[in-house]
């Protein structure tokens, strides 16, 4: 039961201003990259969340307000509580029937829950200098809040009658002393924190058993709920995105057990959400900036938007990827086909590459024509960005037996490129028969160097 801290609920109604609204000229939600601008410049964009009737949320965390574009493509604004100012919207998640939970400062903090108009709102009352840092509901109706700092995870009830009364209250979750700031939805329908021992789930009676992670949950940046019950986590290092490195994502499954993927030591995921199909998808920010998705397998692609900066993204229920991008203060709608190939440098260690075009050789191998051999390449499907590079043939130290040519292909295409061997690797080649040689293929994004064995002979 809910302790009972304020009698009828606080109507701040008079502290809204009207909904802004923008018209955009293309829909929201297409099979392309749409770019939304916001009507509120420098409106610090932040979270972003989807509903079920295609509805997507957004904060302004420096304006004061929250944004909502439907599959029309029109973009409105609901002023909040305080006014503008930088950090003022500290928290922010819209429960599944569709009411909007806030925690605001400035002059003091409170944490409110209302329509996306603002009409039935209903607070908690002002909290003294506490900041929420991270707000999520639960089907149940609640609202969990975490401290900036960590400390004791709070449970919120709001209710708010049609007259306008209504009562608040709030609990502390069990066993959530331990809990940092972040906090989200698992795979079990229950609220995760990252806890000093690793993540567990949160429920109303009890918490669940600390699963560790590697490198700690210090640098644990965001929590979503995976395919089959899985709880999955992002994090890298660093204080700031722009220095964000040794970049990683993983998941608790349903068993218990934990498992991790090294996205590169140039990615910063900050974000993360499940799509309709089961895929992850996430955001990098710094040197490695761009959308990426990754499988409980590990495979997966990161893909920059030249341009554009997402930070926090979210999946509608017809799979549009959708992101806050603060820098340009605009809002991204990306169809997924977009985003299948790697068309940035990951760093090292990353299990996202860049496309490779893949050597093709006849049924007899390749044959040796006036000092040089005719390499057939085709740029596998899907990849969006195409393939480009060098090719070469290379000894097993690495050392090269021929020049390498670059090219650049669509994805499908197939090219024929020449590569004149070396006196050193014409030496080598029989006079009869056929020899089996390193071919390498260099990647012009990353510079990684797939290598194969094909036969040449004379």
Known sequence: MLRRILAPSIVLACALGSATVLATTEPAMADSLRVIPVPTANAGLGRVTSISDGTVFFVEGDAGKFGYVGPSGTVAETALFGGAGSDQVTAFDVAPEGRVWTSVRRPQTIVTSQTRTGTDLGSLGVQGPVIWRNIRTTADGHAWLAR?????????????????????????????????????????????????????????????PAR??????????????????????TRYEGGALVTGVNGGIGYVDSAGAVHYFNLGARTAPTDLAMAPDGTMWFTSAGDAAGIGHISPDGTGALTALPGYSPRHL???????????????????????????STNVDP????????SAAVPVQGKKGLRLKHGAVRIHL??????????????????????????SPTFALAAGETRTVKVKLTKRALRQLPRRGAVKVRLAVTVAVSGEVVTSKVKVRR
């Open 148 to 208: 900036d700092g960590g400390g004791s995870v709070l449970i919120a009830e709001i209710t708010v009658s049609g007259g306008g009364g209504g009562s608040s209250g709030v609990v502390g979750a069990p066993g959530s002393d331990s809990c940092g700031s972040v906090i989200g939805l698992g795979g079990d329908g229950h609220v995760w924190c990252a806890a000093t021992a690793g993540l567990m789930s949160l429920t109303p009676s009890a918490a669940g």
């Open 212 to 233: 560790a992670v590697p490198g700690g949950t210090g640098f644990v940046r965001a929590i979503a709920p995976g395919p089959a019950g899985s709880t999955w986590f």
């Open 314 to 340: 979210t999946v509608t229920a017809d799979g549009t990827v959708v992101a806050t991008d603060p820098v340009h203060n605009v809002v991204l709608a990306v169809s997924p086909t977009l985003l299948q």
């Open 347 to 354: 760093g090292a260690g990353s299990v996202l590459r860049p």
């Open 378 to 403: 085709s740029c596998p499907t899907p990849a969006p960005n195409g393939c480009a590079g060098s090719v070469g043939f290379v000894s097993g130290k690495g050392k090269p037996l021929s020049t």
